[in-house]
């Protein structure tokens, strides 16, 4: 089966960066997403990776690992706007979203 | 990217009636659109795939006579939540996608059945 998994919750110190994980499985792939979700708010796009590699924007990265079946999003210098859920979600072969729970992320001050 | 407009961003209705949720593209032709669904602390759950001019496609487990969707134009897609109970109750989300890749989601609605 298809199945995303990233850890439920997260806490870090403002200031400070914070690597939130994911392991994916899925029938075929064509990329990985990360969003971010405030609560009671619809999702915003962070980044896509395709290929094995990291891509940096500004104080977010995002790494890929295909063989592995593995991404990371970096956030660094944490504000504490940016606390909110990170959501992971892997494209499959017929181009359909697996989304994973989401990592809760607590900044604290 | 594209700009999704959600409509209402919340609703309380009493049980036994029917709600209506819109979607609008508003600067890009979508053939197709994506209806959420969100339970608190869960992962986004794909309810179906919004086809303009034709039927809609319902993922397993979704009953498309209680979730009416409605895409008769390439910029409004509208699901029609009939015949509410509380159990309907929870946060419903539409998105776009341009091509295969990044999606782009309305703000979502927040339905409480009462």
């Not at chain 1, 504000?79 to 604290?108: E, F, H, P, R, V």
Request: aromatic residues 12%; charged residues 15%.
């Amino acid at each position: 089966g298809q199945n995303i998994d990233q850890p439920t919750e997260m806490t870090a110190t403002e200031g400070a960066i914070v690597q939130i994980n994911c392991t994916y499985q899925t029938s075929g792939f064509n990329g990985l997403f990360w969003y971010q979700q405030h609560a009671g708010e619809a999702p915003t796009f962070l980044s896509y990776n395709v290929l094995d590699g990291l891509e940096e924007k500004g104080r977010f990265s995002s790494f890929l690992s295909r063989s592995k079946g593995y991404s990371y999003l970096l956030l660094k210098e944490l504000q504490m706007k940016d606390s909110a859920s990170y959501l992971c979600a892997a494209m499959d072969s017929n181009y359909q979203l697996i989304w994973g729970a989401g990592t809760k992320l607590i900044i604290k001050p | 990217g594209a700009v999704v407009s959600q409509h209402p961003s919340r609703v309380i209705c009493k049980s036994g009636t029917s709600v209506k949720i819109e979607c609008r593209s508003l600067d890009f032709q979508a053939t197709t659109m994506f209806w959420y669904r969100q339970f608190p602390k869960k992962s986004l759950m794909l309810m179906a795939t919004s086809n303009e001019g034709s039927k809609a496609t319902y993922e397993q487990g979704v009953e498309k006579d209680k979730f009416l969707i409605n895409h008769a134009s390439l910029t409004l897609s509208t699901l029609t939540v009939t015949s509410a109970h509380p159990e309907d109750s929870s946060f419903y989300i539409c998105s776009v996608r341009l091509g295969n890749t990044e999606a782009f989601f309305g703000q979502g609605t927040r339905l409480t059945v009462v």
